[in-house]
């Protein structure tokens, strides 16, 4: 059995992705599939909710780089909230912070895509 | 005191990296080092084993990588050998992360992984197998 699974929910005209478990080389085309369902169903504004995600390797964090700017492209964002310090650690240490959008919980980022679209 | 060596054989799939991670994390949490340290270590490990998987033995399942932990009085190491191909990722260059974003790469952050994670990076080939060993200093 997967140690991973995504969950799909919607807030408004946002797509909530709930990721629960361990994210790695054997996990992340599960993470890759979500994504590309998104972009396929044109829900391209995109909060990753990581509140129950335990852990994740390069294979996980590849699959945000492969499609962060296909997804800006299209109008959209991935954001990315409620890590665990552990996990944000990762993220920080390899200059995330720097190309994504990474907040302290999930209402903070559906709001921010409201403040966008607001302007 | 000889230090304490720790083992474990996987066959090549990704299906097997969690107990990897598993297995690296128990002991280095009994060697001594706090959980922030004991992620990072696995993580590195992790990363190690999936670019053997990968490029070592190219995809192919069922070849053997044996990983072992070696608890020292100054420093735990992490040996990680196999007997797949051997590449050189000796040339090591900290990525551009902005530019991988740009060209949707997603692959080669493994790499870049150990050695942000990692006190020393080592590799070596003898001949008979390939060796990957990733070094944490004790507190």
């Given at each position: 059995?997967?140690?991973?699974?995504?969950?799909?929910?919607?807030?408004?005209?946002?797509?909530?992705?709930?990721?629960?478990?361990?994210?790695?080389?054997?996990?992340?085309?599960?993470?890759?599939?979500?994504?590309?369902?998104?972009?396929?169903?044109?829900?391209?504004?995109?909060?990753?909710?990581?509140?129950?995600?335990?852990?994740?390797?390069?294979?996980?964090?590849?699959?945000?780089?492969?499609?962060?700017?296909?997804?800006?492209?299209?109008?959209?964002?991935?954001?990315?909230?409620?890590?665990?310090?552990?996990?944000?650690?990762?993220?920080?240490?390899?200059?995330?912070?720097?190309?994504?959008?990474?907040?302290?919980?999930?209402?903070?980022?559906?709001?921010?895509?409201?403040?966008?679209?607001?302007? | 005191?000889?230090?304490?060596?720790?083992?474990?054989?996987?066959?090549?799939?990704?299906?097997?990296?969690?107990?990897?991670?598993?297995?690296?994390?128990?002991?280095?949490?009994?060697?001594?080092?706090?959980?922030?340290?004991?992620?990072?270590?696995?993580?590195?490990?992790?990363e190690a084993c999936t670019n053997v998987i990968e490029h070592a033995y190219e995809g192919a399942a069922e070849q053997p990588i044996e990983i072992a932990v070696i608890a020292g009085r100054k420093e735990l190491t992490i040996r990680i050998r196999d007997h797949g191909r051997t590449f050189d990722q000796r040339a090591y260059r900290e990525p551009d992360l902005a530019d991988y974003a740009k060209k949707r790469k997603s692959g080669g952050l493994g790499v870049h992984i150990m050695h942000k994670l990692m006190?020393?990076?080592?590799?070596?080939?003898?001949?008979?197998?390939?060796?990957?060993?990733?070094?944490?200093?004790?507190?």
């Amino acid at each position: 059995m997967s140690n991973f699974s995504v969950g799909f929910r919607s807030s408004g005209p946002v797509q909530i992705l709930d990721l629960q478990g361990e994210l790695d080389a054997h996990t992340a085309a599960d993470l890759e599939a979500a994504i590309q369902k998104c972009q396929k169903e044109n829900n391209v504004h995109i909060v990753v909710n990581g509140a129950e995600l335990m852990y994740i390797s390069s294979a996980g964090l590849g699959v945000f780089m492969a499609h962060i700017e296909e997804v800006r492209d299209g109008g959209g964002d991935i954001k990315i909230a409620a890590l665990q310090p552990k996990v944000f650690n990762v993220f920080d240490l390899l200059g995330f912070p720097m190309l994504f959008d990474i907040v302290d919980s999930e209402e903070a980022a559906v709001s921010r895509f409201e403040a966008s679209s607001a302007d | 005191m000889a230090p304490t060596t720790y083992t474990l054989t996987i066959p090549s799939s990704t299906r097997f990296l969690k107990e990897v991670r598993r297995f690296v994390a128990v002991h280095a949490a009994e060697a001594g080092l706090d959980e922030m340290r004991v992620a990072q270590l696995t993580m590195a490990v992790d990363e190690a084993c999936t670019n053997v998987i990968e490029h070592a033995y190219e995809g192919a399942a069922e070849q053997p990588i044996e990983i072992a932990v070696i608890a020292g009085r100054k420093e735990l190491t992490i040996r990680i050998r196999d007997h797949g191909r051997t590449f050189d990722q000796r040339a090591y260059r900290e990525p551009d992360l902005a530019d991988y974003a740009k060209k949707r790469k997603s692959g080669g952050l493994g790499v870049h992984i150990m050695h942000k994670l990692m006190d020393e990076v080592a590799y070596r080939s003898t001949g008979r197998y390939n060796e990957c060993r990733l070094v944490t200093y004790l507190p």
